[in-house]
């Protein structure tokens, strides 16, 4: 099992839908969850972390499930500005040290 | 306001010549990190350095060597460039050793060997 799989997609929805990403990671110790948000050609930046009791930034929601171990990212009423890939990161395993692994991304295209 | 700092932003070499890239972050963050990112494979990390006077391999670290020269700056150097180095190459920077803490990344330098 790869550490983290997300769907590539595009995911291609109009103005105005509610999308959902879902990634899932393998390795049970994680204990920090993010979501990033890449545009084409640029540095990934931080959309949101991602907590235990789920959480809400505006439109966007994500959630944590640690015994199925994935996490979700929603968007509601997406924009044309969403269209992004979408990275879910968690912290991974390296002994003493703990560095994050990124999933590949999940790209949204959102269409007026 | 300039957080982490790559230099230069596009490179273009050829086969078996060095270059060094350079990357300071102005947060006081003590670990740093330099990933590359593939067409469908995502960002993997070449090194990192955990604190100052500390690196450390990543999942990716043949042909590169790296240097911590003080708590700001971290460098990444390709002494003999290969094509498979063509990528795009990012620095990061976080401020604490429990990695709860987020990533900062650079703008990118974009790579091509030739």
């Known amino acids: 099992r790869k550490e983290v799989e997300q769907d590539p997609g595009p995911f291609n929805v109009p103005e105005g839908a509610t999308v959902a990403f879902n990634c899932t990671y393998s390795n049970s110790a994680s204990q920090s969850f993010f979501w990033y948000r890449q545009d084409c050609r640029k540095e990934p930046k931080l959309l949101m972390s991602v907590y235990s009791s789920g959480n809400e930034d505006g439109r966007f929601t994500a959630q944590l499930n640690r015994a199925s171990q994935y996490i979700s990212l929603l968007i509601r009423d997406s924009k044309l500005s969403d269209s992004a890939t979408y990275l879910c990161v968690v912290n991974g395993r390296n002994s003493g040290y703990s560095t994050l692994t990124f999933g590949k991304g999940t790209m949204l295209l959102v269409s007026p | 306001n300039a957080g982490v700092t790559q230099t230069p932003k596009f490179q273009v070499l050829k086969t078996g010549q060095s270059m060094t890239l350079q990357c300071a972050q102005d947060m006081n963050h003590n670990s740093m990190y330099w990933y590359r990112q593939d067409p469908g494979m995502g960002l993997r990390l070449i090194y990192y350095?955990?604190?100052?006077?500390?690196?450390d391999k990543g999942e990716v670290p043949n042909g590169y060597n790296v240097s911590r020269l003080n708590k700001r700056e971290f460098s990444l150097r390709l002494e003999s460039a290969a094509p498979s180095q063509t990528s795009v190459y990012f620095c990061?920077?976080?401020?604490?050793?429990?990695?709860?803490?987020?990533?900062?990344f650079g703008a990118g330098t974009r790579l091509s060997v030739l």
């Open positions: 350095s955990a604190s100052e006077g500390t690196t």
């Open positions: 990061a920077s976080s401020g604490g050793g429990v990695r709860g803490d987020r990533d900062y």
